[in-house]
């Protein structure tokens, strides 16, 4: 059976359980762990479930897309253009160059995707870094990291994004350069917040007085304490990296022409947006499911991970 | 031999021999800054001028009132936080030296928290909570976890149920043990104990007690042991210190200072402990007032403006600690031959 | 509000958190007006849930609680919801550990008093705050006109604690319910308020309800002391009773490990096996058995409450044998 943790702690505020040092027996759970407290709380979250379950579809589109898309993606036809949804033969419609969007919205998940989830992934890694390293360490080091990290709040997120991009020239690799260094400071500083509220907790002492050295102490002692709440907010900025992503190429400073991408279809339909509306927000449409979804999942992880230990 | 790779056993390092201390403070000094709305800057005089010796084998228990600086002088004796003056000999050694740099002193010199929660990593497994001091030492991922399963198996609690449990599946008790456990990984011959027992229930708390008992024996360990409980403190010290807003009050045997305190302060904080016999309940409360804030100690004494004996010097000279008989100090005026206290005695008594 | 009935009677209180975790099992307790109890126990026995079900304050949608509990002969479990406001702190107020959670930080102790007041009857702001004073003084904080206007957190440990009893005798209760409220205490305070306490039971005639796990301050502040134990009350006497002539197996283990009773420096306590229970996975009959010197099968029975002297009763199967063992061993000590 499950231990009734969060009854018992109404008790008389501590958790009970036999202290067993001599004598009974008592019946144990197996043990879990944090993470496996974690996904089993996950799991039963119909919300974050269904959430993960879009995710997981757009990811395996996006990988089988080149074998599985109905048509050629980028073979237009003068004649076929702007079809409306529900078409015999163009299911989802087809576009001003009248390609067939079912499969442009399947290839266009690719790229999306990838330029979505990697500046955040980057930017997960190295925000974490600095900040853990800033909230431990403290005094000087952790002024001037911060201070230096505060001038980029200066800017609203999209703004930095569309200079950096404008700076760096238009290109996949630059748009990724330019989302990541926009995530740097906004993970860096959740992962000095949570660090500085450990690093005073007594055994991060206990570690100190053991000889480990800070490098050690922050791997082994800190990083699994706070890597959860980093990385709840680093999901949390998956859907605003999609989105930036795709303003981006919007713009034309991502994803160039003819390469599906979301945004960028969204920017090359819009003069049909008179003609074919429905055909027109499908893009938007993709885009906001999945950021949604995004948002939607990390939130049930951030739930899942309020476990009262 | 001992478990740490290219150390050698602790016991062998004993340079001093018995007589002198293991561990020596003299002069110890820690303020806080704080800033105080209205006030502006002020100081808390956590630890303000401590001198004391920890004689090797025993038991010295600490104890006082909240804000007394108890607390912060085991965090000054394991070098948590820095201190503002003093020096500290660890086996006629200076700590922070060449020859004794803090990570050498901290292989000897361990610590037990208050709080068994708050000291044990939640996303560690108690066998991993032990084994990471042999292992940051240089000790092999196996030798640790083993070395980690001897010493639970040692504190009562079985390997095979316990070392992989998380902190939050076992009892406060048990968790208390494994703290224990864990500053005993590293061979340590010096232990601190911070209110170790004091967050326990009452049955569990005689067990731990009876363990450490055990272990202080079979380890042969030197004690530090700070509590505000002064019967859980006479029952295990061999000495113990006083100790009022920063400084020490009284030192000496604890069978001397807790049956025949000198100092009134001692004399007031046994008072307050409650009487286990319903007919001799306390009538009268021994001290009045909460404990002083130490921001602005008071001037002279610092005990007496809650002092039954206070007399007008104790405002105006602040007492030394003074030898009253072998190896008992006190510091009061009212104690000190020539003092000008009235209750004074005349010359000094030949010890 | 019959005049003659007792402060405080108890039933068969049960109290079911999710259906399944039974932390209070049937307890029995009767408190006569102007006394005080003693419930000691640790955690997890239950102590400070009876404690919350006297007032109602478990949350009603998970809880389950059965029994009968009248206060002042009158059926506190039928209460409306109405009544139930009119209740709390009109006749049982309670105070805690924690002084803090008591009071608003973000008003004086005096306002919350004076509101306290007069949410409960009909004065006039000037009126209220008099008698605010008037509790202040009562309680012995000094310069209680300033401190009035003083926030919560600019009080001091002690004072808050001082402060929060003003508050629960702000509408003057008959019963005063008290969880822990030393436990977070110097020792050299927690012998002023258990003082503080006595002398206000003993001048207002309350009768009051004191929660701890520590046996001294039961001692100091208790007529009677009873002892719980996995959510029932093992043993329950008079002070000298309990302390003199424990009768139950547990009670004397605690008396028996306590530091003060070791017998020579260096010796090892008496020190009770095991740790409380698991109320998930609570023994059957005595829950006390696993731990227990005079354990035997019958145990695995519900034990029979014996009344070894009157006015003390004990749940065990063994009251005298564990009695005799507990004489033999504390006349051991006497020689010793």
Same mark, same amino acid.
């Given at each position: 059976m499950t231990q009734p943790v969060a009854a018992s702690v109404?008790?008389?505020?501590g958790v009970r359980t036999a202290d067993l040092a001599a004598g009974q027996e008592p019946v144990f759970a197996p043990s879990r762990g944090f993470w496996g407290h974690v996904g089993h709380r996950l799991v039963r979250d119909p919300v974050a479930m269904a959430a993960g379950a879009v995710i997981l579809l757009v990811i395996l589109v996006a990988v089988l897309s080149p074998w599985i898309?109905?048509?050629?993606?980028y073979k237009g036809s003068m004649l076929r253009r702007l079809r409306p949804l529900?078409?015999?033969?163009?299911w989802l419609g087809s576009d001003e160059l009248g390609r067939d969007m079912m499969s442009r919205l399947m290839l266009g998940a690719r790229l999306s995707l990838f330029i979505g989830v990697t500046p955040v992934l980057i930017a997960f890694v190295i925000g974490s870094a600095l900040g853990i390293l800033a909230g431990y360490v403290g005094g000087w080091t952790n002024t001037i990291l911060m201070r230096t990290i505060d001038v980029f709040f200066a800017f609203p997120s999209v703004l930095l994004a569309i200079a950096l991009s404008g700076a760096l020239g238009a290109g996949i690799f630059n748009s990724i350069v330019s989302l990541t260094c926009v995530f740097v400071p906004q993970i860096a500083r959740v992962a000095e917040s949570v660090t500085t509220g450990i690093r005073r907790r007594d055994y991060i002492d206990a570690a100190k007085l053991s000889g480990a050295s800070a490098l050690t102490i922050m791997r082994v002692q800190v990083l699994g304490n706070v890597i959860g709440p980093i990385f709840v907010y680093a999901t949390s900025l998956i859907s605003v990296s999609m989105i930036l992503a795709s303003g981006l190429s919007f713009l034309g400073l991502g994803v160039r022409p003819p390469e599906p991408e979301w945004g960028l279809m969204l920017n090359t339909l819009r003069t049909a947006i008179y003609v074919n509306p429905a055909v027109a927000a499908l893009p938007g449409l993709c885009i906001f499911i999945v950021s949604i979804s995004f948002n939607l999942f990390s939130d049930g992880l951030r739930n899942a991970m309020e476990v009262r230990q | 031999m001992s478990v740490i790779p290219g150390t050698p056993d602790p016991f062998a390092?004993?340079? &001093?021999?018995? #007589?002198?201390?293991?561990l020596t403070v003299a002069g110890l000094f820690k303020h806080f800054p704080v800033r105080k709305a209205g006030a502006g800057k002020q100081v808390?005089?956590?630890?303000?001028g401590v001198d004391f010796e920890v004689l090797k084998g025993e038991t010295l228990g600490i104890v006082g009132e909240s804000g007394c600086g108890k607390s912060t002088t085991a965090k000054l004796l394991m070098g948590l936080i820095e201190r503002d003056a003093g020096t500290l000999l660890y086996d006629g050694q200076p700590v922070g030296a060449r020859a004794m740099p803090w990570r050498a002193y901290r292989r000897q010199a361990q610590m037990v928290f208050q709080d068994s929660y708050a000291s044990l990593?939640?996303?560690?497994t108690v066998e991993q909570s032990v084994a990471f001091g042999p292992r940051v030492n240089g000790v092999p991922g196996r030798q640790a976890v083993e070395r980690a399963r001897a010493l639970l198996a040692r504190v009562g609690l079985e390997p095979h149920r316990f070392?992989?449990?998380?902190?939050?599946?076992?009892s406060g008790g048990q968790r208390q043990r494994v703290n224990i456990a864990r500053a005993l990984a590293l061979e340590p011959r010096l232990v601190l104990l911070d209110? #170790?027992?004091?967050?326990?229930?009452k049955s569990v708390e005689a067990q731990v007690l009876n363990l450490l008992l055990d272990l202080k024996q079979e380890f042969g360990l030197t004690y530090v042991f700070i509590s505000h409980d002064l019967n859980v403190v006479r029952f295990i010290s061999d000495r113990v210190m006083v100790m009022y807003l920063g400084r020490v009050a009284e030192i000496g045997p604890s069978d001397t200072v807790l049956a025949a305190p000198e100092h009134p302060y001692t004399g007031a904080l046994l008072a307050s402990m409650p009487s286990l016999d319903p007919d001799a309940?306390?009538?009268? #409360?021994?001290l009045a007032g909460d404990?002083?804030?130490?921001?602005?100690p008071p001037s002279g004494c610092r005990f007496h403006p809650r002092?039954?004996? #206070?007399?007008?010097v104790c405002a105006a000279s602040e007492p030394p600690l003074d030898p009253? &008989?072998?190896?008992h100090s006190v510091a009061c005026l009212a104690r000190?031959?020539?003092? &000008?206290?009235?209750?004074?005695?005349r010359e000094r008594i030949a010890a | 509000m019959s005049e003659d009935a007792p402060a405080i009677e108890v039933s068969g209180l049960t109290v079911t958190f999710g259906g399944?975790?039974?932390? @209070?099992?049937g307890v029995d307790l009767r408190l006569e007006r102007g006394q005080t109890v003693a419930l000691i126990g640790e955690s997890g026995s239950g102590k400070s849930v009876t404690l919350r079900a006297l007032m109602r304050? !478990?949350? +009603?949608?998970?809880t389950d609680v059965g029994g009968h509990v009248r206060i002042g002969g009158r059926d506190v479990m039928a209460l409306s919801r109405r009544d139930l406001a009119a209740y709390r702190g009109r006749e049982v107020a309670m105070i805690f550990q924690e002084p803090l959670l008591a009071?608003?930080? @973000?008003?004086t102790v005096g306002r919350q008093i004076t509101e306290a007041i007069r949410t409960h009857e009909p004065v006039s702001e000037s009126a209220a705050r008099a008698r605010a004073l008037a509790l202040f003084e009562r309680v012995r904080i000094p310069s209680p006109g300033r401190r009035l206007d *003083?926030?919560? !957190?600019?009080?001091?440990g002690g004072m808050r604690q001082r402060a929060m009893i003003a508050l629960a005798l702000a509408c003057r209760p008959k019963v005063l319910l008290a969880d +822990?409220?030393?436990?977070?205490?110097d020792a050299t305070v927690q012998i002023q308020i258990l003082l503080l306490l006595r002398e206000l039971q003993r001048e207002l005639g309350l009768s009051i309800v004191f929660v701890t796990h520590d046996l001294g301050a039961a001692v100091e502040i208790a007529d009677r002391i009873a002892v719980m134990y996995a959510g029932r009350i093992v043993e329950e006497g008079s002070a000298a009773q309990v302390v003199?002539?424990? !009768?139950h197996p547990y009670t004397i283990g605690l008396l028996r490990s306590r *530091? +003060?009773?070791?017998? @020579?420096?260096?010796a090892r306590l008496e020190a009770i096996p095991g740790?409380?229970?698991d109320l998930a996975n609570r023994p059957s009959g005595c829950a006390f058995r696993p731990r227990c010197?005079? *354990? +035997?099968?019958?145990?695995a029975d519900d034990p029979p409450v014996v009344t070894?002297?009157?006015g003390q009763r004990t749940a065990c199967w063994h009251a005298e044998a564990a009695a005799t063992a507990g004489h033999a061993a504390s006349d051991a000590a006497a020689v010793a």
């Open positions: 109404a008790l008389d505020g898309t109905p048509m050629d993606p529900g078409d015999a033969t163009y | 390092q004993d340079r &001093g021999g018995p #007589a002198q201390p293991l808390v005089r956590a630890v303000d990593n939640p996303r560690m070392a992989g449990r998380y902190p939050h599946e076992i209110e #170790a027992v004091s967050a326990l229930d309940r306390t009538e009268v #409360a021994p404990p002083p804030n130490p921001i602005n002092c039954r004996l #206070a007399e007008p009253l &008989g072998p190896g000190q031959p020539g003092s &000008g206290h009235g209750l004074a005695p | 399944r975790l039974r932390a @209070v099992d304050l !478990h949350p +009603e949608r998970r009071f608003d930080p @973000v008003y *003083a926030y919560p !957190h600019e009080l001091s +822990e409220p030393t436990t977070a205490l003199r002539t424990p !009768h *530091a +003060e009773g070791a017998l @020579v420096k260096g740790g409380p229970p010197f005079l *354990a +035997e099968g019958r145990c070894p002297a009157p």
